[in-house]
């Protein structure tokens, strides 16, 4: 089956998103407010520019891939499974929960697939810790804490949580199984404009499991390092090292069966990870969805557990 996808948003992710759908074959036409820059891409990738209501009446065109701003996600998304269009649509998937739920049922109703671009779930690294994970090699999970920072581009229509935290959010979900009963925040304005530049959440489960997320887009490092702490073996996935140093196992754990807890130590290596573009991966993924080739991971269900606990962080700032 050859699938046939459009791009509404060829700005700053969204050129990414051309590109690797242009590398899979399965571009079929771009879509953009800037018609400067809808005409770039046309040029470089070959194909045609379309306006909505043309993108959306192509009955060739099977899918579409939404890389707008946030707020017209859930109509961009609703209009597009009323034309029989599957969605592919980049974090966060909504903006509230009543916008999550129409999207899921207008997915539901015109029986299409509704992914989100929860990317670091087709990363091969995190699917090895993933597996890992599930094969009880770290034993239970007792704590994940999640660092995503860096000195980035700020962002005027969200906050870092928003913007950087879905990612992290996602994959503690997915290696716990299960949704929070607890989300605590703070957060930092360093800029002064409203939204918070730097944040932590504590995300509190049972059986006294937690999981804590650092985000920030003011810090002079570039950090995105993911530590999952077991009861018989602790992993870290670091996205900034090479490949061969992406996913470290440390087989130390506290052992808490004598009178006095004792720390076991064991020497750590590296998991073998195959090189590959996490994006790429992701694109084709939705290719194959489409197809019928492979089952839904990060749908429209999923996506609504990572924005109830975003929505479940926001607090307001203190009044100085």
Known sequence: MSVRIGVIGCGHWGKNLVRNFSEL???ACVCDGNQDLASQMSDTYLVPVMDLDTLYADDS???????APAELHA???IKAFHANKHVFVEKPLAMNAAESHAMIAAAKQADRHLMVGHLLQYHPAFLR???LVEDGELGDIRHIASNRMSFGKLRAEEDVVWSFAPHDISMILALLGKDPFGVRSEKMDFTGNGLADKAS???EFENFVTAQITVSWLNPEKEQKLSVIGTRAMAVFDDTKPWHEKLCVFPQY????KSNTDLAKAEAYFVPIKEAEPLKLECQYFIDLIAGIVSARTDGQEGARVLNVLTSSEAPFPSS
């Open 201 to 203: 959440l504590t995300l």
């Open 129 to 131: 810790l993933k597996k």
């Open 61 to 67: 065109i099977d899918g579409v891939v939404i890389a």
């Open 25 to 27: 074959n399965a571009l």
């Open 254 to 257: 506290a052992d808490t069966q």
């Open 75 to 77: 109509d961009l998304a």
